[in-house]
């Protein structure tokens, strides 16, 4: 017979939200923005006339950002999650529940 055990633990998802926005979201997007633009300017010519792409690239990228928070903010809390839960310590933890409960 398989026993599952599920132990539940809650993640504050507002803080990594709050982290985001204050430190990540800025770095996040001159990142994005960096890298499109080597990539672009691999793609266009030298001169490329008048356009600002930097410009035209961020601004794209803040509403990308935008429209995808939750999203962003979810694959985060689950990668967390996992990161922890590959953890020896809370490997552990896990095992000594499992034994008590076979105790039990």
């Known amino acids: 017979m398989k026993t599952e055990f599920l132990v539940p633990f809650e993640l504050d998802t507002s803080a990594?939200?709050?982290k985001m926005q204050a430190e990540g979201y800025d770095e996040a997007v001159?990142?994005?923005v960096e890298n499109a633009m080597k990539e672009l300017k691999k793609v266009?010519?030298?001169r490329y006339g008048s356009i600002n792409w930097?410009?035209?690239l961020s601004i794209y990228v803040?509403?990308?950002l935008d429209d995808h928070t939750e999203e962003i903010i979810d694959t985060t809390a689950l990668?967390?999650?996992k990161k922890i839960g590959n953890k020896r310590r809370w490997r552990?933890?896990?095992e000594d529940?499992?034994?008590e409960m076979k105790e039990e």
Request: hydrophobic share 50%; proline share 4%; aromatic share 4%.
């Open 30 to 32: 001159s990142r994005i």
């Open 92 to 94: 552990d933890v896990l």
């Open 54 to 56: 930097d410009m035209v």
């Open 62 to 64: 803040h509403k990308w």
């Open 79 to 81: 990668l967390l999650a």
């Open 44 to 46: 266009l010519p030298n």
């Open 16 to 18: 990594i939200e709050q």
């Open 97 to 99: 529940v499992k034994k």
